[in-house]
């Protein structure tokens, strides 16, 4: 028996979205929906629990972007955030911390007008901002380093009026659109984001969402493209049967690691092909995936709501 969509989605409204992710926790959820529902509408209705809860709201679909490697779930994320913003919240906080005020609140600054406006030097302001960005930053054990470089150098970036060229560089490095690595040697940044550190670079930018005053997110991922044959794809991302394993084991990874990290609640929205027994590319043949969503335990009259994956009624 499916579930009624309403009641899942207030169901993860309050078992989640309100609690669970703003406390630091994380979650995967897959929703399958049947009959009249369709993934869009679920994904609008949990787009407005994102909002009502103040998580960011994160939409990735598979039709128009590749997900078969770790290091694009990364990319598809990064390309949603707002990172000068999100380095000039960091930025204010650290001042504040330091002591002083930010007289402008979401304005750019440069140090000699923070300095002024303080009624302090600029040599010793920047002798104590450095130290918390040290603390902050630097010393931060759930950082990797080239995150740590990289956002030490954005924060530099913002108090300085001759590096934007480098802050350009590195907000390509985030979002995967990086074409040297040397353009980013002045962050100390050694190596580009790939498959071999995706997932410790995921984890940093959780823990940094959160570090900037973020409360989590939500990313909802419409899985319906990897069900497709080339004939259905109408010129979008095609996956081979390969690709589409290849997705599922992002997916179990994002499971797995789901406890290291931190304020994500990611639900993968398909429609029934996801649970065709004879199709090659639906859950079936992904045996690691399956074995972690499926509920062999279920209540005598219906499915159980929380569950990893639910079918929407």
């Not at 995967?28 to 407005?48: D, E, M, Q």
């Not at 690595?181 to 969402?209: F, P, Q």
């Not at 049967?241 to 789901?258: F, N, T, W």
């Amino acid at each position: 028996m499916a579930i009624k969509q309403d009641d899942w989605i207030e169901l993860i409204e309050r078992e989640y979205a309100a609690s669970f992710v703003p406390a630091g926790g994380s979650a995967v959820r897959f929703a399958v929906t049947a009959g009249g529902h369709t993934p869009p509408a679920v994904i609008g209705a949990l787009r407005k629990v994102a909002l009502r809860n103040n998580l960011s709201s994160i939409h990735i679909d598979t039709a128009s972007t590749r997900l078969h490697l770790l290091q694009y779930l990364f990319f598809a994320v990064a390309n949603a955030v707002d990172w000068p913003a999100l380095t000039q919240l960091q930025l204010e906080r650290i001042v504040e911390s330091s002591g002083y005020r930010w007289p402008r609140p979401g304005q750019r600054m440069t140090l000699i007008n923070l300095a002024e406006s303080n009624g302090v030097a600029p040599g010793l302001l920047r002798n104590q901002l450095s130290q918390m960005i040290t603390t902050v930053v630097w010393n931060n054990v759930h950082l990797a380093q080239d995150f740590r470089s990289a956002m030490i150098s954005l924060l530099d970036c913002h108090l300085t009026d001759d590096r934007d060229v480098l802050c350009g560089a590195i907000y390509d490095w985030l979002r995967g659109q990086l074409r040297k690595i040397g353009d980013v040697k002045a962050a100390e940044i050694g190596t580009k984001i790939g498959r071999y550190n995706a997932r410790i670079m995921l984890k940093s930018l959780c823990h940094w969402l959160r570090l900037c005053g973020g409360r989590g997110m939500m990313i909802t991922i419409d899985i319906r493209g990897l069900l497709r044959e080339r004939r259905d794809t109408d010129g979008g991302c095609y996956y081979t049967p390969s690709a589409v394993m290849d997705c599922y084991e992002v997916l179990r990874q994002m499971i797995d690691d789901a406890d290291e990290l931190e304020g994500i609640l990611l639900v993968a929205i398909a429609d029934e092909a996801f649970l065709d027994d004879g199709s090659r590319r639906a859950l079936d043949q992904y045996v690691a995936l399956k074995m972690r969503v499926w509920d062999d335990v279920r209540p005598g009259q219906g499915d159980n709501p929380l569950a990893p994956l639910v079918q929407l009624a």
